[in-house]
Protein backbone atom coordinates (compact mmCIF):
# COMPACT_ATOMS: atom_id res chain seq x y z
CA UNK A 1 0.00 0.00 0.00
CA UNK A 2 1.79 3.66 -0.85
CA UNK A 3 1.59 6.82 0.67
CA UNK A 4 -2.06 8.12 -0.29
CA UNK A 5 -4.61 5.92 -1.66
CA UNK A 6 -7.38 7.03 -3.45
CA UNK A 7 -10.48 5.71 -4.41
CA UNK A 8 -14.64 6.14 -5.37
CA UNK A 9 -14.11 7.05 -8.80
CA UNK A 10 -16.47 5.46 -11.91
CA UNK A 11 -18.56 6.13 -14.75
CA UNK A 12 -21.13 8.13 -14.08
CA UNK A 13 -23.66 10.13 -16.19
CA UNK A 14 -23.59 13.73 -16.82
CA UNK A 15 -25.75 15.51 -13.91
CA UNK A 16 -24.64 12.85 -11.52
CA UNK A 17 -22.44 12.96 -8.07
CA UNK A 18 -19.54 10.97 -7.14
CA UNK A 19 -17.34 10.89 -3.75
CA UNK A 20 -13.75 10.44 -3.86
CA UNK A 21 -11.65 9.56 -0.37
CA UNK A 22 -8.38 10.32 0.18
CA UNK A 23 -6.37 8.07 2.82
CA UNK A 24 -2.45 8.22 3.74
CA UNK A 25 -2.70 5.32 6.27
CA UNK A 26 1.08 4.90 6.77
CA UNK A 27 0.97 8.41 8.33
CA UNK A 28 1.11 8.89 11.99
CA UNK A 29 1.38 12.51 12.01
CA UNK A 30 -1.51 15.12 11.19
CA UNK A 31 -1.71 16.29 7.58
CA UNK A 32 -3.02 19.77 7.36
CA UNK A 33 -2.82 20.84 3.74
CA UNK A 34 -4.14 18.91 0.91
CA UNK A 35 -4.95 19.57 -2.52
CA UNK A 36 -7.35 17.57 -5.50
CA UNK A 37 -5.84 17.70 -8.85
CA UNK A 38 -7.36 16.47 -12.20
CA UNK A 39 -5.78 15.12 -15.18
CA UNK A 40 -7.97 15.34 -18.14
CA UNK A 41 -6.63 13.10 -21.08
CA UNK A 42 -4.47 14.69 -23.35
CA UNK A 43 -4.20 17.66 -20.73
CA UNK A 44 -1.60 18.44 -18.14
CA UNK A 45 -2.31 17.82 -14.17
CA UNK A 46 -4.19 20.63 -13.09
CA UNK A 47 -4.78 21.79 -9.11
CA UNK A 48 -8.74 21.76 -8.63
CA UNK A 49 -9.44 22.19 -4.91
CA UNK A 50 -7.15 22.84 -2.09
CA UNK A 51 -7.91 22.54 2.39
CA UNK A 52 -5.99 23.87 4.89
CA UNK A 53 -6.37 23.28 8.47
CA UNK A 54 -10.21 21.73 8.16
CA UNK A 55 -11.74 25.01 7.19
CA UNK A 56 -10.05 27.04 4.56
CA UNK A 57 -11.20 25.86 1.11
CA UNK A 58 -10.10 27.08 -2.21
CA UNK A 59 -11.58 25.52 -5.75
CA UNK A 60 -10.55 25.76 -9.38
CA UNK A 61 -13.25 28.37 -11.32
CA UNK A 62 -13.97 25.49 -13.20
CA UNK A 63 -15.27 23.23 -10.10
CA UNK A 64 -16.64 25.84 -7.92
CA UNK A 65 -20.02 25.37 -6.70
CA UNK A 66 -20.28 22.06 -7.63
CA UNK A 67 -17.27 20.30 -6.09
CA UNK A 68 -16.89 20.16 -1.97
CA UNK A 69 -13.53 19.34 -0.36
CA UNK A 70 -13.35 18.09 3.15
CA UNK A 71 -11.83 16.20 5.82
CA UNK A 72 -12.99 13.01 7.08
CA UNK A 73 -13.34 11.83 10.61
CA UNK A 74 -10.72 9.43 10.62
CA UNK A 75 -7.28 11.04 10.57
CA UNK A 76 -5.61 11.64 7.78
CA UNK A 77 -8.80 11.68 5.48
CA UNK A 78 -9.82 13.45 3.14
CA UNK A 79 -13.10 13.79 0.72
CA UNK A 80 -13.57 15.24 -2.77
CA UNK A 81 -17.79 15.77 -3.04
CA UNK A 82 -18.49 16.26 -7.23
CA UNK A 83 -21.87 17.21 -7.90
CA UNK A 84 -23.00 18.30 -11.18
CA UNK A 85 -20.99 16.76 -13.14
CA UNK A 86 -19.85 17.50 -16.23
CA UNK A 87 -18.26 15.06 -19.21
CA UNK A 88 -15.47 18.17 -19.11
CA UNK A 89 -14.63 16.05 -15.24
CA UNK A 90 -13.62 13.18 -16.88
CA UNK A 91 -9.99 12.51 -15.65
CA UNK A 92 -7.30 10.92 -13.41
CA UNK A 93 -8.24 12.98 -9.98
CA UNK A 94 -5.18 13.01 -7.72
CA UNK A 95 -5.06 13.79 -3.74
CA UNK A 96 -1.99 15.67 -3.19
CA UNK A 97 -1.25 15.58 0.82
CA UNK A 98 1.52 18.36 1.41
CA UNK A 99 5.52 16.58 1.19
CA UNK A 100 3.88 13.12 0.42
CA UNK A 101 4.38 11.49 -3.23
CA UNK A 102 2.01 11.15 -5.82
CA UNK A 103 -0.46 8.37 -5.56
CA UNK A 104 -2.05 5.79 -8.48
CA UNK A 105 -5.23 8.61 -8.73
CA UNK A 106 -9.05 7.30 -9.66
CA UNK A 107 -10.43 7.91 -12.69
CA UNK A 108 -13.74 9.53 -13.33
CA UNK A 109 -15.42 8.97 -16.39
CA UNK A 110 -18.21 11.57 -17.25
CA UNK A 111 -20.79 10.43 -20.32
CA UNK A 112 -23.42 12.97 -21.38
Known amino acids: QGHVVESGGGLVQAGGSLRLSCAAP????????VDWYRQAPGKDREIIAS???????NYADSVKGRFTISNGSAKNTWYLQMNSLKPDDTGVYYC??????WGQGTQVTVVS
Open 96 to 101: KPTRLP
Open 26 to 33: RIDSRIYF
Open 51 to 57: ILNGDRT
